[in-house]
């Protein structure tokens, strides 16, 4: 049976979501599964509070900087080869992940991760669209294909507590392996045979400045939160950020196929929907780091009870994103996106008094009420963004919409988790006696606690837990700010603006 004749039945092309989706759900997977183990990740390696923001961060800056270039060289050799690339290299890189020495190993395993994840997350659509020609079909492979994406992205720290429950940290990554065997083979009885269009160009120059512009702002913001601040790290931050903002957009002034034009935000609908698809992730993302922190560390939760409890915000965008999606020609996408933020922003208020209160139920209500606001979002943001556009611009804007996802997440830890460490070395109040040390970061004084045995052990955790439990609050008081004015601009940006659906 060849690839082409076994996309002709709809169980070949059913298999054939199945297969993408495995790609899709191991890419997103990987943004959050380690929330829940890197408390045991940081104290096996020794890894520093700078080693730790690039051990999270270091996968959405490569797969944000690759993803404009990748789905362009999927035209040019063909998506089918791009997913088996991509498959491959994401497998190797879960094995040096797993087994990695050290901490500068496993950052530099958590780059390849993005490299394979980059390599194949355009692919997973693009083949979705080549293999289904029935609108109706495609729309309903689409709206599974991006459920599965959100989905993932919000179970990834029960995934890695149950892992943890009885495995190491690296089985985080090994778990990854299976999926992408069974994925590979696969593939070649249930994708279309490649289209490759050699004519296409593909410009990897553009990808290496955005990597450097990504890469410089996430300096930037780690070593600006920072106390004290590393002067001259932030200056040569700031040189790269404008050199490499500046030498992308210059490039694509000069590329008869450039990968991103500014003139395409000019579109309401696509404006507002990678506003909705980054704020989402920023919320989603930034928001189970920091919970996920503070549960283990300063309430002591295991990991497994940590990645139930911030599931409470997937079991909310379950709720609303398959019913949102199949309601978006009755409500509108106006509604869907503002008032899907305004219902987020009501549900990050709740979980922002967690961080005062400290009641169980705060949280879980205030993140499936969360989650029931930016499952709307989502569902309806990647739509906004590829039909608010005209047709020749539906390639260029389905690349911005994979980056905005990536994008949020990104500077999400890269924001939230350095400012809480920030704040809470401000807040933290050093008990007499303890090292000073302990109030570098939560991690350092709970390690610091548990590896001595001093009349001030008592006082330093809850010390360390007060100050965290309130940088926590004003953290999540900063989302609830970022929410609140996303659903007020997109309401006023979306006035009257209508999207034309597939039938």
């Given at each position: 049976?060849?690839?082409?004749?076994?996309?002709?039945?709809?169980?070949?092309?059913?298999?054939?979501?199945?297969?993408?989706?495995?790609?899709i759900t191991i890419i997103t997977l990987d943004n959050t599964i380690l929330y829940t183990a890197l408390p045991s990740l940081v104290e096996d390696l020794g890894a520093t509070s700078t080693q730790q923001l690039w051990i999270v961060n270091i996968y959405a800056i490569v797969i944000a900087g690759l993803l404009l270039g990748t789905g362009t060289l999927g035209d040019k050799i063909g998506h089918r080869r791009m997913f088996i690339a991509g498959l491959i290299i994401f497998g190797c890189a879960s094995l040096l992940a797993a087994f990695a020495p050290s901490a500068a190993m496993l950052i530099l395993g958590r780059a390849l991760l993005a490299v394979g994840g980059a390599t194949m997350m355009p692919s997973t659509l693009s083949l979705i669209r080549l293999t289904f020609t029935n609108p109706a079909e495609l729309n309903l492979a689409i709206g599974i294909w991006g459920s599965l994406s959100t989905v993932s992205a919000t179970l990834g720290p029960i995934v890695g507590g149950l892992l943890l429950e009885a495995y190491w940290w690296g089985s985080c990554f090994?778990?990854?392996?299976?999926?992408?065997i069974a994925a590979l083979v696969a593939v070649p009885f249930v994708a279309p045979p490649d289209r490759a269009n050699p004519d296409k160009h593909w410009d990897f120059s553009s990808s290496v400045y955005a990597m450097i512009t990504l890469v410089s702002a996430v300096m930037l913001i780690k070593e600006g939160t920072h106390a004290p601040q590393n002067w001259p790290v932030i200056g040569v931050a700031v040189v790269l950020l404008l050199l490499g903002g500046w030498a992308f957009t210059r490039r694509q002034e000069g590329l008869e196929q450039p990968l991103i034009t500014l003139d395409i935000f000019r579109y309401p609908a696509f404006r507002c929907g990678a506003l909705g698809a980054a704020l989402s992730m920023f919320a989603l993302a930034g928001l189970q780091y920091v919970i996920t922190q503070k549960l283990q560390l300063a309430d002591g939760l295991s990991p497994l009870r940590s990645g139930v409890y911030v599931t409470f915000a997937a079991m909310g965008a379950l709720a609303t994103s398959i019913y949102a999606g199949a309601r978006l020609a009755q409500f509108g996408i106006r509604r869907l996106i503002a008032g899907g933020f305004g219902v987020a922003t009501i549900g990050a208020a709740i979980v922002c008094l967690y961080g005062f209160w400290g009641w169980t139920p705060i949280l879980l209500s205030g993140l499936f009420i969360k989650g029931m606001g930016l499952g709307a979002v989502m569902a309806v943001a990647s739509i906004a963004m590829i039909s608010g556009v005209p047709s020749h611009r539906a390639g260029m804007a389905s690349s911005v919409e994979e980056v905005s996802y990536e994008f949020g997440s990104l500077t999400s830890i890269a924001v939230l988790g350095s400012l809480v460490t920030a704040l809470y070395s401000a807040l933290f109040v050093l008990p007499a006696g303890a090292p000073e040390s302990a109030g570098e970061s939560l991690h350092s004084a709970v390690h610091i606690a548990h590896s001595t045995e001093a009349s001030w052990t008592e006082p330093l955790l809850a010390a360390a837990g007060t100050a965290y439990s309130h940088a926590f609050a004003l953290v999540s008081g900063l989302v609830v700010v970022v929410l609140a004015a996303g659903s007020l601009y997109t309401a006023r940006i979306l006035r009257g603006v209508t999207v034309k659906l597939e039938d």
């Open positions: 049976m060849n690839a082409q004749s076994a996309n002709t039945g709809p169980l070949q092309r059913w298999l054939l979501l199945a297969t993408v989706g495995v790609g090994l778990v990854n392996v299976p999926l992408v």
